[in-house]
């Protein structure tokens, strides 16, 4: 998008203009005077076909004042066909450059020979090569004092390293090839300086699980060991503590990565393989942790930090996907509560959470409003996004109150983007370079009113472009047109009244950057997720355990880094929400097969497993008959109890049962939280009753009451005939016949008696039931026919 603030600035003097026109001119004539005798489509040939590419791996220094030294070294490569001899390097001084679009349109054909880059430094000022084969290299080095370089006014001078040379085809002197740059010019103080906020990024993608060890210390598990990749000496992330220690920058930092190396450094971490285990993370890596750990908090000290939500959540994709998804901003909320503790843990430093960071500094109204919803005011934004439609001649100052109590910051595009790319080769990364000091100098020069302007590069910088950004940085500050300040410091600056503050609408959102949003159905999953989370984390004795990993994997689901990486994401949002289901299973019911009940009443055993370290409860397990017409649980259709259960343990939990018919019954036991929601899979079983009939039961009692009558008959007889041979006899009828064996009285003449059985007709408790222990029991379903007896 094209960008405002393009002015004519100050220019060379008129005489210095003369002299460098008429030094032109004169350089230029004989080789005019030369192509004139040839054929007009050979100078085209020429200029079209650069058959020579210059590299400019080195240029120091990169702004230099008076009394310098220019050091320009490089690379040049014959790519044509045929060899060049009397071939030369040089350097040529362009023209100041009055505007930032001027700088753009050099930046954007570093190498064409059409535009040309004004007279050339010669003399004892060039390298000189006999031939040039086709397809070979060259190095050159060339030094030359800036006072020969015929510098005017304070500015941005393009600056040319072009190689002349000939080719049979064309043999007469001509620029071959060249790299146009830029030369910043500003030898001594400027009057106005521009106020110059750097951010240092600290992020990375997500590293950590949600699973952590069953011990105390609770280890935690690795996607990958790629993070200590990074830690190592060289590694991005190394780079970017190792160059940031002395640089005058506002470190922006996602707590996650703080706590991801945390737990490297402190903890036995393990990595996850291939087959779904773990196996333990090399110990050499976490003394790379702890090393890196204590060499941020060195570099951090006496520096901003603004922490970013835990996990950097998506602003943008929330925005526009996920708010319609119930809880999804409440997620944000959390991410930024726990940002500042994560910091000042690690860090042990206070940092500023006032500040959310959209993608790209892409805004819009819905981005607006879910950046402030959980508390910062400020919206790290950026020109390309929140463009100026003023037409100001100026760059404006970064701060822009945009309504509401919010301020936008308005990082600017050329330089925020002067860093991306592939800057592996020396030559990209100085031509980045010495470009982002030509903006930055064009920028001061615009006006004479100070301004604070906002640089904010790309997220996840890799190492190669952090040493390159390191080196413009120390140019720029080491330089005389700039003075560093913090982020906060932009923010409250004085806002410029003619600066826009209108924020994009939502269609002008780019495409491209919608495209790599997470979809609406990753915010179901982790809707999802929560909820399972809130169900599982109410029966725990110790939630913090669960609650905290889960909490944060959540966080991280959200997480920017996983723009472009789509299957990655779904693949760990799928695997956060497999485990808490393995979790949650792990307390249980075990299953039951037929259980048999022979008579009207009876306790049936459920057993309750649970297979976590750490005790449960709050739970209630319910026992529902399908038939209670049939048969009824403690006299009701249904009948709940209370269950605790120890880690590592079972609780079998009994309920009584009465049968009023035969047949079978399918009984169902489930587990509810104590709020009513149901917990884990049900559990059903068949209850066959076989209970005794009334008319059996009658003819039973008919028997029994013969008997009864049939001995009462018996007794009266016997105690008649007693009488009479008393009477007959004259003896005492108890006395005589107390120890006679046929008498009714006597311990071997019983009447009989209900059987044990029957005597214990009425007792709702068998032997076979499992006594109500918490030791583990067998997970294994009981057997087939499986019998309750009275």
């Known amino acids: 998008m094209a960008e405002a603030a393009d002015f004519q600035g100050t220019s060379a003097s008129p005489a210095r203009r003369w002299l460098r026109r008429t030094a032109a001119l004169l350089t230029g004539a004989p080789l005019l005077a030369g192509l004139l005798q040839l054929p007009a489509a050979a100078p085209a040939l020429a200029a079209s076909s650069e058959p020579v590419s210059v590299s400019v791996d080195s240029l120091t220094p990169s702004a230099p004042t008076d009394g310098d030294t220019l050091t320009v070294s490089g690379t040049v490569t014959n790519k044509g066909r045929q060899p060049v001899t009397d071939a030369h390097v040089g350097l040529r001084i362009g023209p100041m450059l009055n505007t930032r679009s001027a700088i753009d349109a050099i930046a954007e054909h570093p190498d064409?020979?059409?535009?040309?880059?004004?007279?050339?430094?010669?003399?004892?000022?060039?390298?000189?090569?006999?031939k040039l084969a086709p397809g070979s290299a060259e190095h050159f080095n060339l030094s030359v004092p800036v006072d020969k370089l015929d510098l005017?006014?304070?500015?941005?001078?393009?600056?040319?390293v072009a190689l002349s040379g000939q080719t049979s085809a064309q043999p007469w002197d001509q620029v071959l090839g060249?790299?146009?740059?830029?030369?910043?010019?500003?030898?001594?103080d400027a009057d106005t300086k521009t106020r110059t906020t750097f951010l240092w990024p600290l992020?990375?993608?997500?590293h950590m699980t949600a699973k952590t060890g069953p011990g105390e210390l609770q280890t935690p598990v690795f996607l990958n060991d790629d993070l200590a990749k990074d830690l190592a000496p060289g590694g991005r992330l190394a780079q970017i503590v190792d160059l940031g220690k002395d640089l005058d920058v506002t470190w922006v930092i996602d707590p996650d990565l703080l706590a991801s190396v945390d737990a490297m450094a402190t903890g036995n971490y393990r990595l996850r393989t291939a087959d779904g285990g773990t196996t333990p993370g090399p110990r050499e890596h976490q003394v790379l942790a702890k090393q890196w750990l204590a060499s941020l908090q060195k570099a951090v000290v006496g520096k901003e930090v603004v922490a970013l939500p835990f996990g950097d959540p998506d602003l943008a994709s929330l925005a526009h996907r996920g708010t319609s998804v119930t809880g999804s901003l409440s997620h944000l909320k959390d991410a930024t509560d726990v940002a500042a503790t994560t910091v000042?843990?690690?860090?042990?430093?206070?940092?500023?959470?006032?500040?959310?960071?959209?993608?790209?500094?892409?805004?819009?109204?819905?981005i607006m409003k879910v950046a402030t919803s959980a508390g910062a005011d400020r919206v790290i934004a950026r020109s390309d996004s929140l463009q100026e439609t003023a037409g100001l001649p100026y760059t404006p100052s970064a701060a822009r109150p945009v309504g509401g109590g919010t301020t936008a910051v308005v990082a600017d595009a050329r330089m925020s983007t002067a860093f991306e790319g592939d800057l592996t080769k020396a030559g990209s990364a100085t031509l980045a370079v010495q470009e982002f000091l030509a903006q930055s100098l064009e920028v001061n020069a615009q006006t004479d009113t100070e301004r604070s302007i906002v640089v904010a590069p790309q997220r996840m910088p890799t190492a190669s472009q952090v040493q390159t950004m390191a080196t413009a940085l120390k140019a720029l500050q080491g330089g005389t047109w700039s003075q560093a300040q913090d982020l906060s410091a932009a923010a409250k600056a004085k806002p410029d009244p003619n600066a826009t503050t209108r924020i994009p609408s939502t269609s002008a959102y780019p495409s491209s950057l919608r495209r790599k949003e997470l979809p609406r159905a990753a915010f179901e999953q982790i809707a999802r997720t929560q909820d399972k989370l809130d169900n599982f984390q109410v029966v725990l004795s110790d939630q913090s355990r669960v609650v905290t990993p889960f909490g944060r994997a959540i966080n991280r689901e959200m997480s920017t880094s996983w723009r472009g990486r789509s299957s990655a994401a779904e693949s760990f949002r799928s695997g956060v929400e497999a485990w808490l289901d393995d979790l949650a299973q792990q307390v249980k019911l075990i299953d039951k097969s037929e259980t048999k009940l022979s008579g009207r009443s009876a306790t049936i055993p459920v057993t309750v497993q649970n297979n976590l370290v750490q005790p449960v409860g709050h739970?209630?397990?319910?026992?529902?008959s399908t038939m209670p017409t049939r048969l009824k649980i403690g006299g009701k259709a249904y009948y709940e109890q209370p269950v605790d259960v120890a880690g590592g343990h079972s609780q079998s939990v009994k309920f009584t049962t009465s049968a009023n018919a035969n047949g079978r019954v399918t009984v169902i036991a489930q587990l509810f939280t104590e709020d009513g929601q149901e917990y884990g899979d049900p559990v059903s079983f068949d209850v066959k009753v076989t209970e005794v009939t009334p008319t059996v039961m009658l003819v039973i009692g008919g028997g029994v009451l013969l008997l009864v009558l049939a001995g009462f008959r018996m007794y009266t007889q016997r105690k008649r005939a007693a009488a009479r041979r008393a009477e007959e006899g004259g003896a005492e009828p108890a006395g005589e016949d107390a120890d006679q064996p046929g008498n009714p009285g006597a311990p071997g003449d019983r009447l009989p008696e209900e059987s044990d059985s029957a005597a214990g007709a009425d007792d709702p408790e068998q032997q076979s039931d499992p006594a109500p222990d918490t030791a583990p029991e067998s997970a294994d379903p009981s057997g087939t026919g499986e019998r309750v007896d009275r």
């Open 344 to 366: 000042k843990t690690v860090l042990h430093v206070t940092p500023s959470t006032d500040f959310a960071w959209p993608v790209d500094g892409a805004v819009d109204p819905s």
């Open 178 to 188: 060249i790299r146009r740059t830029f030369l910043p010019w500003q030898p001594s």
């Open 619 to 624: 739970l209630v397990l319910r026992l529902t």
């Open 112 to 130: 064409e020979l059409q535009s040309g880059a004004g007279p050339e430094v010669g003399g004892k000022y060039v390298e000189k090569f006999d």
């Open 152 to 160: 005017g006014n304070d500015g941005v001078y393009e600056l040319g």
């Open 203 to 206: 992020l990375s993608s997500v």
